[in-house]
């Protein structure tokens, strides 16, 4: 190998000296052309500027001569001041002429030639007898003017004869300098030849050591547990190693010079990898080289297909670009994580199933528990002896736990469902927390345990949070303290922990009681759990009370936990962000009275024939006139027949629910069609209850059904049929109770989208045809809904007249009553904005 050395270098040196030799050649020539080309080039653009200057001048001249010409061709004169007017604008704009203008005399002498054109278009492109009478005018102007385009082309000529000039002497100089280059540029030529002799050698020492690193590449190669394949940029093998051989089940002398995609890719991914070696070799589009690991399907010499690993990466060689492949067989892998991802969703499938199971069954035991309270309740308006009402109160407080039990459930479901709500209101705490502490006295007392509570710092009586959460969550703690110490001493204690602009208050209550083991610590606040110590000796309980209260913090955004040690009591704490507010507005409550309306004429509508027949007897027991209907369809036909003061609607019900015929007599001409509707429904879910009230409904109450709720329902209707002032807007006691329902940041929402909506109708039916009867209807029918939820009585009438009225195709009626409809809405918006 010795040997070759020297011819090798020989023949480096001569090409290197005839490349050289004809790159020289080269550059003579192609210098002596330049140079050449430049020189003709510049005296061309010179004389096409001489040129234009002059022309300038004779273009002048014509359409001087123009003016002066008798009789005048005003054609021929617009055109020879077109001709001129362009050759101003090509001076005033061209490229080669900005030698001209930067010299401050030409520039002085073609901005008097610009304002001769502004004067002089003015006169050109008037009328043709204005232009006859201003010739005169325009004649004085061309003669004014006639010595600036003279002096113009004669400064132009002097300009570009020394920028002609200064051209050829910068010429001059760059040549020269153009020759000192290349004088250069050989020189370093001549050295590159040398350095490329000595170069040479240093190949020959590379090539041996490529030579080493590939036999031990080939080593590394044969002995990856990953399989390694290399291919060409076509696609075809050129290497396949044994690792590769055992994965695919090919010898490599069989799979060589083949295409890659033939031999290991799935027939169903063949035209994909196909189309990306395509795209590869047009494009340069790599979208897997280069990227890192990742998952497909490969297939073996049998045909089966399976999941790998693959990584490919690309390298340059003198045959041109490679691709190297690393493949893993992860079967094994995916199999396992297949089980894994099964097991998951099976457990997830489970709690789901759950979840939707205690849902459910929470809302069907309302039914029959509806019945057998409220038959309990109409028991005791009958004569019964000193035994039976005892019995009759055991089962009423057993229903009541049962009931407290459901929701206990309900509210579970809701929390891990995610539709947990909760409201934020004005709360007085300090009367909260007195009035637990009042109830539970008596329990206390009767423990021998003294039992207390105080503010620690400056107190905060007055924050914005849910009443009910809270006092649901107090009450269990509170109550379980009390519970389980007996002879000894529960303290509660409040405290504003937050910051001036941010109010955090933490409650702890301290008992002497037997506490709680570490294990149990940990667990209390999990579902079902009621300990195996004192907690679960003496006490009966479902293990829920701490998991609901647990869940009721975290939606308030707060934390609860417990601190105890066995032996020596425990101390449960509570930390809620809230927001202080002063004291509301107080308002007196009305005090029901089962006398304070006359007898009402109710359509019952209820599928269930033990609520229909206790929801019966609780209205005819106050001397009520009843209609019953069986299901949502039989109640809408009542409704469309009969003019009633009120109807009862359930729910959930087989033929048509009770939104459905909500929507159906609310949107008919029926007798009944503005008749309070109220919703039966043992759903308590605010999200729910919107939907309701969006229906159309009026009110809701919800199962199990009590005579005192449907008494008070029952006054608020007649009160307001018998006492409603003729053209109030608004109907402030059902505005209270929305506010009341949804917590004053949902209403505050609601009421904003209420308005828009309303606003964007208005509007809608100025601008739009009234003969499009059944895009009205809806919307009108969608707004109508909600102005029922807020209380604006007017507003919703006078939409729900304009929705029957489309559905009619009254279209005379239509048009009439958007005006008085926006009265009624500009009337509504002015007491919503005072309410």
Known sequence: MSTDLPKRAIRGRAFALIAGGVAILAIAILTFNVAREIRVLESAQSDNVQWSLVQSQVEFIDFQNEVAADPIDLAKLRQEF??????????????????????????????????????????????????????????????????????????????????????????????????????????????????????????????????????????????????????????????????????????????????IGSVIVPDHLRSAHDAGMERMRDKGEKRVVGKGRVQLEAKRHDGQVFPVELAIQSATTDQGEIFIAFLRDISHRVAAEAELVAARDKALAGEKLKTD?????????????????????????????????????????????????????????????????????????????????????GAAAKNGTSLSWSWHGHPVHWILSDHDRLQHVMMNLIGNAVKFTTGGKVDVSIKNTGTPDATELRVKITDTGPGLSQDLAERVFDDFVTGNTAYDRNVDGTGLGLSIAKRFINALGGEIGVDSTLGKGSTFWVSIPVEATTAPTQHTPEVDDVHATAPLNVLLVEDNEVNRIVAREMLQSDRHIVTEANDGAEGVSAAAKECFDLILMDISMPVMDGRAATRAIRGGSGLAAKTPIVALTANAMIEEQQKFLADGMDEILTKPLSRDALRAMINRVGTMKEHTPVGAMLDAAHMSETRDSLGNETFERLLSRFEQEAEDLIDWLATHDASDLAEIASRTHKVAGSAAVFGAGPFREALRAIETAAKRGDVDFIVAARGDLVDVWKSTARALESD
């Open 82 to 259: 077109d001709v001129f007017f362009s050759r101003v604008t090509t001076l005033e704009q061209a490229t080669v002429f900005e030698g001209l203008r930067a010299d401050p005399t030409s520039r002085q002498y073609l901005d008097d030639l610009l304002a001769f054109l502004d004067d002089a278009v003015v006169i050109i492109d008037g009328p043709d007898d204005e232009l006859i009478a201003r010739l005169p005018d325009l004649a004085a102007l061309t003669r004014a003017t006639a010595p600036v385009t003279r002096a113009l082309a004669n400064s132009g000529l002097d300009t570009f004869a020394q920028v002609a000039d200064e051209q050829r002497q910068a010429m001059a100089r760059t040549v020269t300098q153009l020759a000192i280059a290349i004088a250069a540029l050989i020189a370093v030529l001549t050295l590159t030849v040398l350095f490329l002799n000595r170069l040479n050698a240093r190949i020959y020492r590379r090539e041996r050591e490529n030579r080493q690193t590939s036999t031990r590449m080939t080593t590394v190669m044969s002995t990856s547990l990953d399989g390694v394949i290399v291919c060409d940029s076509n696609g075809d093998i050129l290497e396949f190693s044994p690792a590769a051989e055992a994965i695919f089940g090919y010898k490599e002398a069989d799979v060589l010079g083949k295409d």
């Open 357 to 441: 199971f205690l849902s459910t069954m929470s809302h069907e035991i309302r039914t029959p528990l509806n019945g057998l309270l409220g038959n309990m309740n109409l028991l005791r308006d009958t004569k019964l002896d000193a035994d039976q009402d005892r019995y009759v109160g055991h089962m009423e407080t057993s229903g009541r736990l049962l009931m407290s039990h459901i929701s206990d459930v309900l509210d579970i479901t809701r929390y891990d469902a995610g539709k947990l709500s909760t409201r934020s209101e004005p709360v007085n705490i300090s009367e909260l927390l007195q009035d637990i502490i009042d109830n539970q006295s």
